[in-house]
């Protein structure tokens, strides 16, 4: 079982940064992948970015490729997602998931243990 909280969340305005930490329980956090999803009202949770269990591979949404930036640390058992030039659309409630597989998986379904989000909004 692993227990997730997030925490960095907040208010931003557009070109701003936030960055995103997770905090994972349980002794052995290098053997799941990480993933941040995120959720908006009125749509569906997509997959912001994801990172395999070494930390050596990663993975990013097209939409925001370039700007955000998923890392881990193993001995602290945290996981981020430091996000840069934000747009008003990256607004939304933002969740961290591990997967219990050291490779990523793509979809919210692949993901075996969530957070319950931290809300990110940026205003114009």
């Known amino acids: 079982q692993v227990q997730l909280v997030e925490s960095g969340g907040g208010l931003a305005q557009a070109g701003g940064s936030l960055r995103l930490s997770c905090a994972a329980s349980g002794r052995t956090f290098s053997s799941y992948a990480m993933g941040w999803f995120r959720q908006a009202p009125g749509k569906e949770r997509e997959r912001v970015a994801a990172?395999?269990?070494?930390?050596?591979?990663?993975d990013y949404a097209d939409s925001v490729r370039g700007r955000f930036t998923i890392s881990r640390d193993n001995a602290k058992n945290t996981v981020f997602l430091q996000m840069y030039s934000l747009k008003p659309e990256d607004s939304a409630v933002y969740y961290c998931a591990a997967r219990d597989r050291t490779v990523y998986g793509r979809t919210p379904d692949e993901y075996d243990f969530w957070g319950k989000g931290t809300q990110v909004t940026v205003s114009e």
């Open positions: 990172i395999s269990g070494g930390g050596r591979i990663t």
